[in-house]
């Protein structure tokens, strides 16, 4: 393809590459990127500036790499072309998405604070029991009626809730090739306001909750939630679905804000306001039954999982379905066989004395109570254990806020590491142990997953939060192995082939 017919297919790329010299127009591009290591002969280098790096430093060795067109932001280097502050990551982003053009023909962004995970893995469910080829992509990778393709589609140190562009628009391609015709993806704060998804041709969105976290990011809960709403008012197309939790307060504001432009909106909620209302939920030990109302209507179904809040995801997929076309008792009569995401409130095998141990990847206040509340509903259960901590260079201001709700809704708290990063364990430690201060603490969380297992009792519940499908440890530089599911079980199985049974 010719970097003249790749401008020209996006009208923002037209606009801000309009003085391109003439020559350069008629040069064949064989790919893009913003790694000067991948630029090879007629590629186009968009350098951009990160947290932790400025591409304008890798100018020299893309262009002797062979790069035909280097683009960066306020340069005065005459071999490169300059563009305006702050449009290099967009400018990047569509360029990507016009050279890799195939796209699923229906494709839903979910943003909010908390269920992104369950909700895209819930709507490619729903697809693929209607019986197209679909696929979720996010936090667990890109995942198939299959299986997840590890092999294709491992993300490079830790996971991405929205791939790089790089990466995600080479994969929405390949997704064409494999005849996948329904995609579901997560929509991060980060990726909307880094322009990742500004070339995704989307059908439709969905807005499942808003609450503290990425403050460290994005400064305040106001800029937060004007960067959820970006991807409603500045990426979807017009005549587009969306679906809003208007129980949640901002997921009300939200739709107050979008309710006279030109979508179709399908609200959901206990709210009797509701599209889709919640009418009755019941949480047995390991599942839900569950009665909604759409169009006057009843529908009454059970669904096999634990929490209140999977209750909201498997609604909010439920929603974007029917609003993108979907029949309505098809969708309802499909929850029944819905299967949680890895590591979303997902329960061990029952021990023997009928005690439970739940693995589940809240890390965020709101979530951490929601996962809490949730399991104190379950009948017949009696002590609650928690085993958490919180992540390195990440926001701070959570960690106590977490150990409070930690006390409060537990009967025994376990404190321990969970990717520290670059900051010292211990410190973390603290600053979590100051909202919940008769909290045990056990820094390595092998040794503190294997003690909260000893401590079950019948019909007790172990709560092992914050890494939920995560397969590593970030410690300093090292990613090391380690997978919360793993030790929960082979601790399990240690105990009850001891015979010591609490």
């Not at 391609?173 to 704060?189: C, G, M, P, R, T």
């Not at 309802?332 to 739940?358: C, D, Q």
């Not at 609650?384 to 409060?408: H, Q, S, V, W």
């Amino acid at each position: 393809m010719l970097l003249k017919d790749l401008i020209e297919k996006n009208k923002i790329t037209e606009d801000l590459l309009k003085n391109v010299n003439n020559k350069i127009l008629h040069n064949k591009v064989r790919g893009i990127s913003s790694n000067s290591k991948e630029i090879k002969k007629d590629y186009i280098f968009v350098a951009i500036k990160g947290k932790n790096f400025d591409g304008a430093e890798y100018i020299a060795e893309a262009e002797k790499l062979g790069a035909f067109l280097i683009i960066a932001e306020e340069t005065c280097n005459k071999k490169v072309f300059s563009i305006k502050k702050g449009t290099a990551r967009q400018i990047y982003t569509l360029l990507l998405s016009s050279f890799y053009i195939k796209q699923p023909k229906q494709i839903i962004g979910v943003t909010g604070t908390n269920g992104k995970t369950s909700t895209v893995e819930f709507c490619r469910q729903l697809w693929a029991l209607a019986g197209w080829k679909a696929a979720s992509m996010g936090t667990l990778g890109t995942k198939t009626e299959t299986a997840i393709n590890k092999s294709l589609y491992k993300n490079k140190k830790e996971n991405l809730t929205t791939f790089e562009p790089s990466d995600l628009y080479k994969k929405l391609n390949f997704l064409v090739e494999e005849k996948i015709s329904h995609l579901a993806l997560e929509a991060s704060s980060h990726g909307i306001d880094q322009y990742r998804l500004d070339g995704v041709n989307f059908s439709g969105a969905v807005f499942t909750n808003l609450s503290h976290d990425h403050l460290d990011y994005h400064g305040s809960t106001a800029n937060y939630f004007s960067t959820k709403k970006r991807l409603f008012t500045k990426v979807l197309k017009n005549n587009s679905a969306i679906s809003i939790n208007i129980d949640d307060i901002y997921g009300k504001k939200l739709y107050e804000e979008l309710k006279d432009d030109n979508h179709f909106i399908i609200t959901f909620g206990q709210c009797s306001k509701a599209d889709i209302k919640i009418k009755s939920v019941v949480q047995n030990k390991q599942s839900i039954d569950l009665i909604l109302e759409f169009k006057k209507q009843n529908f009454q179904t059970t669904i096999g999982m634990i929490g209140k809040f999977q209750v909201y995801n498997v609604v909010a997929s439920a929603s974007i379905c029917i609003a993108l076309g979907m029949d309505s008792n098809l969708i309802f009569k499909s929850l029944g066989y819905l299967k949680p995401a890895r590591g979303r409130m997902e329960v061990l095998s029952e021990t023997k004395n009928k005690a439970l141990v739940i693995i589940d990847y809240a890390h965020t206040p709101a979530a951490l109570k929601s996962a809490l509340k949730s399991i104190q509903e379950i009948i017949g259960r009696k002590r609650i254990i928690t085993l958490f901590g919180c992540g390195g260079d990440r926001d701070k201001n959570k960690r106590k806020i977490m150990g409070e709700i930690a006390n409060e809704y537990s009967d025994i708290v376990i404190v321990t590491d969970d990717n520290p990063r670059n900051e010292i364990p211990s410190n973390i430690r603290s600053e979590i142990l100051s909202g919940c201060p008769s909290a045990t603490e056990i820094p390595n969380r092998d040794k503190a997953i294997k003690y909260a297992v000893s401590l079950l009792k019948k019909n007790d519940l172990l709560l092992i939060a914050g890494k939920g499908h995560e397969t590593f440890q970030a410690v300093g530089i090292e990613t090391l192995p380690f997978d919360d599911y793993t030790v929960a079980k082979e601790a399990i199985k240690n105990i009850e082939k001891s015979g010591i049974i609490n």
